[in-house]
Structures are given as structure tokens and as C-alpha cells.
T-cell receptor
Framework: AQSVTQPDIHITVSEGASLELRCNYSYGATPYLFWYVQSPGQGLQLLLKYFSGDTLVQGIKGFEAEFKRSQSSFNLRKPSVHWSDAAEYFCAGGRMDSSYKLIFGSGTRLLVRP | GAVVSQHPSRVICKSGTSVKIECRSLDFQATTMFWYRQFPKKSLMLMATSNEGSKATYEQGVEKDKFLINHASLTLSTLTVTSAHPEDSSFYIC????????????FGPGTRLLVL
């Protein structure tokens, strides 16, 4: 069955430190992959997406993600975290059935220490 | 581009009343929209797929008579929670896929529903 897993429920980093949020997928083929961010009480904002091609994807707000087929991973990274990055982050994969539906990971809550 | 709005942002209603939530794609056409429900500190739960000009497709366990969905135009989908009860209180989020787009969902800001 298709699935997306975010192993870390929450992560705490110091402001200015680097960040990596993990995402693993289980699909028969390479899915479309997305990272979204959700601030408290808000909807989801698209950070970046991977469909094909270059495996290092640049997104908004200084985020990037790298697709690694050998590890079935699509980890999100940022070299220097800002306090405003504190939020919930969701990794998602597109279903391989042309339905446009997404399979969401359970989310990772990022806390930023001043 | 790719802005999705929801109205209202929050609503409080009495038990037994119906509430309508609107989802609009402001700068693109969306043949397909989705409605999600999110419980506190949880991921999103897909409720239904809304397709312009046709009946919505509901996920298993979602009551279609309880959650009425209408997608009357390429920029508007509505979710009506009928005869709302306190257990329907939740955060409802819609998303839209650009017509001809590649499976990228753009999300609205969400609607907080509280049923007293």
C-alpha cells in the first residue's frame, strides 16, 4: 500500500541552526512529492514539490528537499532556521491513480529555541 | 498565483442548524477541489473530492447526507454541514487543483466550526 511516513513527531532546533525533517515514502513507482507548512490555525502552504528531473528541489522561504530513490526519502532541509519557521510540516505524496489525491504524513512539529 | 480562499474563517452555531462553508479559487480555475477535516494536532483527513458539474465522491465513513458538497462553478465549491452537532466541531480545510495542473493542491486558510 502507498504510504508516507514522517518519523519525527516534533523537533526542536536553535535559531540559526540547520534543519532536516525526514520523510519516507512507500510506493511502487516514483510518486509526486510535496512539502507543506501549516502555522497554527491556518491552512497549508506549499513549500516545494518534486515531479521528476533534478533531485534537489528548491522551495520558498529558503527550504530545499532532496529526493533519494535508493532511500525512498524526500527530506526537507534549511541551512539556518528562523523563529518564524516554527510550525507544523507535512510531507505528502500523490496517489498513482490520477485522482489528484494526496497521502499525507502525520506531520512534524518544529519548535525553534531563541 | 494559486490563491484559495475560504469563508467564513470561523463560525459558531447551535446544535441542529446547518452551516455552509465556501471555498474559492481566486486566480485559477479548479475542476477538482478537496475537502478535509483536521482534528487538533492531527494530520488532515480527506472527506471528499468535489468535481465541477458532477457529484462529489466521499471517502469511506463520511456521511454524504451530513456533509453536502456542491461544485457549481470552476472557482467555487461549498460544504454544508447539515444538522450540525457538537461532534462536528472541527477545522475544515479545502484545497483546489488547477485545471490541467499536475496534482498540486493549493489549500485554503481553513474554517473553524464550533457547534454548541
Amino acid at each position: 500500500a502507498q504510504s508516507v511516513t514522517q518519523p519525527d513527531i516534533h523537533i526542536t532546533v536553535s535559531e540559526g541552526a540547520s534543519l532536516e525533517l525526514r520523510c519516507n515514502y512507500s510506493y511502487g513507482a516514483t510518486p509526486y512529492l510535496f512539502w507543506y507548512v501549516q502555522s497554527p490555525g491556518q491552512g497549508l502552504q506549499l513549500l516545494l514539490k518534486y515531479f521528476s528531473g533534478d533531485t534537489l528541489v528548491q522551495g520558498i522561504k529558503g527550504f530545499e528537499a532532496e529526493f533519494k530513490r535508493s532511500q525512498s526519502s524526500f527530506n526537507l532541509r534549511k541551512p539556518s532556521v528562523h523563529w518564524s519557521d516554527a510550525a507544523e510540516y507535512f510531507c505528502a505524496g500523490g496517489r498513482m491513480d490520477s485522482s489528484y489525491k494526496l497521502i499525507f504524513g502525520s506531520g512534524t512539529r518544529l519548535l525553534v529555541r531563541p | 498565483g494559486a490563491v484559495v480562499s475560504q469563508h467564513p474563517s470561523r463560525v459558531i452555531c447551535k446544535s441542529g442548524t446547518s452551516v455552509k462553508i465556501e471555498c474559492r479559487s481566486l486566480d485559477f480555475q479548479a475542476t477538482t477541489m478537496f475537502w478535509y477535516r483536521q482534528f487538533p494536532k492531527k494530520s488532515l483527513m480527506l472527506m471528499a473530492t468535489s468535481n465541477e458539474g458532477s457529484k462529489a465522491t466521499y471517502e469511506q465513513g463520511v456521511e454524504k447526507d451530513k456533509f453536502l458538497i456542491n461544485h457549481a462553478s470552476l472557482t467555487l465549491s461549498t460544504l454544508t454541514v447539515t444538522s450540525a452537532h457538537p461532534e462536528d466541531s472541527s477545522f475544515y480545510i479545502c484545497s483546489a487543483v488547477r485545471t490541467g495542473g499536475k496534482e498540486t493542491q493549493y489549500f485554503g486558510p481553513g474554517t473553524r466550526l464550533l457547534v454548541l
